[in-house]
């Protein structure tokens, strides 16, 4: 079983940035791939980018490539999520998700959740 905790999300100008965190309570953390969701109101939960079990590689929406970056600090546990550049269509809950051993895009890939951080970007 593994717990994830997002930290990090707040308000911030168009073209600000921002840097969202996924704290994991197992050790076993590094055997799964780690992948940030975002969700808006009346929208489904989308796959915003992802990181493999290493770190090495990493893969990301359209719609964020070029502005976010993902990576992963397996002696902490944690994963991070920068994103530059921000802009109001970024508005959404920021869920970080584990579970398969290497990077998917679909929802139901992913066994485990965080409760979701809110990020607003005003306009």
């Known amino acids: 079983q593994v717990q994830l905790t997002e930290s990090g999300g707040g308000l911030v100008q168009t073209g600000g940035s921002l840097r969202v965190s996924c704290a994991a309570s197992?050790?076993?953390?590094?055997?799964?791939?780690v992948a940030w969701f975002r969700q808006s109101p009346g929208k489904e939960r989308e796959f915003v980018a992802g990181?493999?079990?290493?770190?090495?590689?990493?893969y990301y929406a359209d719609s964020v490539k070029g502005r976010f970056t993902i990576s992963r600090d397996n002696a902490k546990n944690t994963v991070y999520l920068q994103m530059n550049s921000l802009k109001p269509e970024d508005t959404a809950v920021y869920y970080c998700?584990?579970?398969?051993?290497?990077?998917?895009?679909?929802?139901?890939?992913?066994?485990?959740w965080g409760q979701g951080t809110q990020v607003t970007v005003s306009s």
């Open positions: 990181v493999t079990r290493s770190g090495n590689n990493t």
């Open positions: 998700a584990a579970g398969p051993p290497i990077i998917m895009t679909l929802t139901r890939a992913y066994d485990y």
């Open positions: 197992a050790r076993t953390f590094s055997t799964y791939a």
